[in-house]
Nanobody, 120 residues
Framework: QVQFVESGGGLVQPGGSLRLSCAFS????????VGWYRQVPGKEHELVAR???????DYSHSVKGRFTISRDNAKNTVYLQMNSLNAEDTAVYYC??????????????WGQGTQVTVSS
């Protein structure tokens, strides 16, 4: 059974930074593309960043240039470095596996997520 454990969220002022981590288990992590998603109340999960098994990355327009996704296959972990945060980045952030061609999740289940709140 695939499991994801997200961490690193918190309260940060506008312009600040946070680094999120997500530890995967139950899959051969190094073979999968994985992504960071975020969700605000009443909306679907939004894919904001993804990274392939060969470390090719892709970002949504809203975070490009501010967020950086990376992975450590030895630790089965994916990271999201978030800089220049603004109020619109406030959301619960989740990780999951992702299909590169259509951006859908491979695994239908979600972890508990980690809350990011950007506020002064």
């Amino acid at each position: 059974q695939v499991q994801f454990v997200e961490s690193g969220g918190g309260l940060v002022q506008p312009g600040g930074s946070l680094r999120l981590s997500c530890a995967f288990s139950g899959i051969l992590f190094e073979l999968y593309a994985v992504g960071w998603y975020r969700q605000v109340p009443g909306k679907e999960h939004e894919l904001v960043a993804r990274i392939r098994s060969d470390s090719i990355t892709d970002y949504s327009h809203s975070v490009k240039g501010r967020f950086t996704i990376s992975r450590d296959n030895a630790k089965n972990t994916v990271y999201l470095q978030m800089n220049s945060l603004n109020a619109e980045d406030t959301a619960v952030y989740y990780c999951n596996t992702v299909r590169w061609n259509d951006k859908t999740t491979i695994n239908p289940d979600w972890g508990q997520g980690t809350q990011v709140t950007v506020s002064s």
